[in-house]
Every structure is written in C-alpha cells, then in structure tokens.
C-alpha cells in the first residue's frame, strides 16, 4: 500500500507486516524523517526549542536547511530555530522607568 511520508510529503511503497507491527516504515519513507517526526512531537508536547535543536543536530539534521520538508514541519523547524537561538542579555533588559517622572509630586 501508498503511504504519504509525514515529513516531506513523499509518497512510498509500505508493506502489511510494517504496517502491522508499527514499524517506523508505517510513519515516514526514511529513518532521518521518522526521526525528525519523533523529535518535533517530543518538541510540540515539551515546548522545549533547545532539546528539540540539540536532537535534530545529533542527527546532523540542519534545521536552517528547510528546503524539501512539508509545511507544517518546515514550520516547526522555523520556530525551534527562533526560540532556540541564544540571545545576548544585553539586549534582553527591560526599559527602565524612571521614579521621578511617574510620580512628581513626591
Ligand atoms: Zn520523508
């Protein structure tokens, strides 16, 4: 039977016993995309966009590299790379406010 390939939208050839015994065969056309399906659930369920990175990198799995990737995991891989970018702490300081010009009469 044709199967659609969750991660890139590849249409493959999957057997009945795969099928059966919910085989990685029965989810995606290649273990690197079943692997990045396992991933990005544990990312939709945790929120955790740094795990998430450090999973897909193990693998050497570029998550700049969307091309080829169906939408919705081309998005996916979007978010872990915005959230899971460090940002310098300088930039993060909240604007400070000034006492004496919110209040001054006292
Ligand atoms: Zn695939």
Do not use: F
């Not at 249409?11 to 990685?24: A, L, P, R």
């Amino acid at each position: 039977m044709r199967k659609t390939c969750e991660v890139c939208g590849t249409e493959y050839e999957v057997c009945v016993s795969c099928e059966k015994i919910h085989s990685w065969r029965a989810v995606a056309d290649t273990l690197e995309h079943y692997y990045i399906l396992t991933v990005l659930m544990d990312y939709m369920t945790k929120k955790d966009a740094g795990e998430a990175l450090a999973s897909l990198k193990r693998w050497g799995i570029d998550v700049t590299a969307r091309d080829g990737y169906a939408p919705h995991i081309q998005k996916l891989l979007a978010e872990i790379e915005e959230k899971a970018a460090v940002k310098p702490p300088l930039s993060e300081k909240p604007p400070r406010r000034r006492r004496a010009e919110a209040n001054p009469d006292k």
